[in-house]
């Protein structure tokens, strides 16, 4: 009887002590993947997929320098923001509610941007072409935040890329015309569909 309580108390302890220690253990964390496909059906038919870790994109970007890549970031031109401040309006659109912010409705083209639960949203439709392509653009916040966070006229690509990889899975990019199709998304799959 006394081994039955000693061997039970040794359960009772051990299962008490296993979620402790695993609260201690850092759980693995679910390596990101960027996923690039482009799928071409026009004028002949063709697939490209690209898949690579956020962690090998962080570490491989600050080793390009070419033309306004460096280190990392995206030196942007001022002459061709006319004026426009991006971070100043970006940083508006942040802290603002949800809401859809530019609306246009044109024979060549109908635009939209708008924030919703988290996310930059920019929706544009081509109306001069029968098919009429559609680019779709959904980024969390965060990611328009670290992109932000480099000097006056760069963007920060790599904390962009950390951005990402502390969100969820998500998709970023749906481009859509009669030729093919683009889509840029994240996620823990280390191949793309």
Known sequence: MKRAMAVLAVIVLAAGLVPAFAQLV????????????VEQTQPKSELVRVNVPLALAEKVLPAIHNNRLHDGKVTVDRARMKG???????DAVKNARDGEFVTIQSTENDVK???????LLIHVRDNRKATKPQVEVRVPMTVVDALLSAGSNELDLVAAIRALAAHGDTELVRVKDARGTVRVWVDSKNVSE
Do not use: C, I, N
């Not at 941007?113 to 988290?118: C, L, N, P, W, Y």
């Open 26 to 37: 850092p759980a693995p964390e679910t390596e990101k993947w960027l996923h690039v496909r």
């Open 84 to 90: 426009v401040d991006l971070r100043a309006v970006l």
């Open 113 to 119: 941007v708008a924030k919703e639960a988290g996310y």
